[in-house]
């Protein structure tokens, strides 16, 4: 008789990556129980999962129950959480009004490594995002056929470094750069409304960095990049995207090329060594 599948449980964020985590766990042979934290993802989840609920991301305790009710064990997070849901008056149940009061900040990371201990200390592990996603990970070198002229080279190396402490900092982890002069930091606002931002001030020829905190931790919140990214630079003048190569997941990576091409963007994995 067959062994029966690994059934593990997946808390979905917007956006593709949940989709493709999901779709990447039925290929390997797992069932999903899948938790969806917007209505829009419930819908492009729920043909590639076994069975779907719908709640807020301020219901942990719902969320932990159900997977319990599925007989979960490990599970995972993927897709793209708005903290801006903290103020725009959801439903909090009593263990998010605890952890609220008692946290030092909201930054992103505290709130990920509360959800992850609270998690777990309910009896569930956490799979590393690069489990399922790996195949999705920045290479190093440029991507597409336009590189890096010698002046964006010495802009990408001066914001490189400026993106890393921000990002150490847990303030965003995008920035916008031009002539060695910071545009744009992320905070709150999200990528693209950041690209928008440091766009409008610059003008055209604008750099844009996306990286990873120094610290990242693999289990949730690996930045990614998708074609909406992409685009919202090049509505900008945008002249580069540089990515933390094998740090950042590339969505739907072939249409991205494309893209950066028809726009004569310069899409570029980068290690922090280069130029030295």
């Known amino acids: 008789m067959a062994s029966p599948l690994e059934r593990i449980g997946l808390v979905a964020g917007t956006g593709s990556l949940a989709v493709e985590f999901a779709s990447r766990a039925r290929e390997k042979g797992f069932e999903v129980s899948a938790v969806a934290l917007a209505p829009e993802i419930h819908g492009a989840l729920k043909d590639l999962v076994r069975t779907i609920i719908h709640a807020a991301p301020t219901q942990p305790k719902k969320i932990l129950s159900f ?9 995972g997070f993927a897709g793209k959480i708005e903290k801006k849901l903290l103020f725009q008056g959801l439903k909090f149940d009593l263990e998010v009004i605890r952890f609220m009061s008692h946290a030092k900040n909201l930054a992103d990371a505290t709130i990920m490594e509360a959800v992850i201990e609270y998690a777990e200390n309910n009896g569930f592990e956490i799979i590393p995002q690069t489990e399922f996603l790996d195949h999705l990970l920045a290479p190093e070198g440029p991507m597409g056929k336009r590189c890096l002229s010698g002046a964006e080279v010495k802009d990408v190396q001066y914001g ?9 900092l847990d303030i965003g982890q995008t920035i916008v750069v031009k002539k060695g002069t910071i ?8 990528t693209d409304e950041t690209i928008r931002r440091g766009c409008a001030l610059v003008g055209e020829g604008a750099i844009i960095l996306k990286v990873a905190r120094p610290d ?5 919140d690996i930045p990614a990049v998708g074609l ?11 002249s580069a995207l540089v990515v ?12 991205l090329i494309r893209t950066a091409d028809a726009a004569n963007i310069a899409l570029i994995g980068w290690t922090g060594d280069e130029g030295k």
């Open 183 to 190: 545009a744009a930091v992320e905070a709150i606002e999200g």
């Open 160 to 168: 490189f470094t400026m993106a890393r402490e921000i990002a150490r």
């Open 244 to 255: 933390d190569a094998g740090a950042t997941f590339m969505l739907e990576c072939e249409s």
């Open 216 to 220: 990242q931790n693999l289990r949730y």
């Open 67 to 75: 997977l319990k009710s599925e007989g979960i064990r490990r599970i």
């Open 228 to 238: 909406t990214t992409l685009r919202v630079a090049g509505e900008g003048g945008a």
